[in-house]
């Protein structure tokens, strides 16, 4: 009963979504802000990227001239981890999804809710490995661009050893996460 309740939920989902595409042209967003001068980081934004450094999430905030340059700094630091926290509910979405639509039924059932628990759980024992790799002050405006990154290798360690994960989506994970990523880092 559970298992067509939920395929039903995502044959409806898939159907509204394949609607709102019909329905209109696709929003372009020009990521690039073309600040002259600005590493390509600040100007590429926030991301999943898979490149010969690994599969990354890239966090891009900022923080506009402030009097007390250590708390703009945080400022601009904290703003980047939000956004790889961002990037990786996202993607964590994405996997979820993902493992709902080949379970079937079974052990390996999920509903919603289990699932939006394990998506906050991960993306919250995630942000402690996110680190700070980039500062960029800009003499203009005296914003400061603070750029986090956060390696796919941390979360696929943090999910197999997470406790309160069901077993069939760390495994669903473990198995097709890095697959799912490229995919994700492709659409972006």
Known sequence: MKAIHLSRLLLVCLLAAGLAACAGGRTEIESDLGIKGAPDWVNEGSQALNNRDGRLIHGMGSAPKMTDASLQRSTADDRARAEVARVLSSFMNVVSNDF??????????????????????????????????????????GTVYSQAELDLKRVK????????????????????????????????
Not at 114 to 135: D, F, K, Q, Y
Not at 168 to 186: I, K, M, P, S, W
Request: net charge negative; glycine share 10%.
């Open 100 to 141: 709902i639509a080949t379970a079937g039924s079974g052990d390996d059932m999920l509903d919603e809710q289990a699932v939006s628990r394990s998506v906050e759980n991960v993306t919250r024992l995630n942000m402690s490995g996110t680190e700070i790799i980039g500062r960029w002050r800009d003499q203009k405006t």
């Open 157 to 188: 360690s943090v999910v197999g050893s997470a406790n309160q994960m069901h077993d069939g989506l760390r495994n669903h994970f473990a198995q097709h996460g890095e697959t799912l990523f490229d995919q994700y880092a492709g659409e972006k």
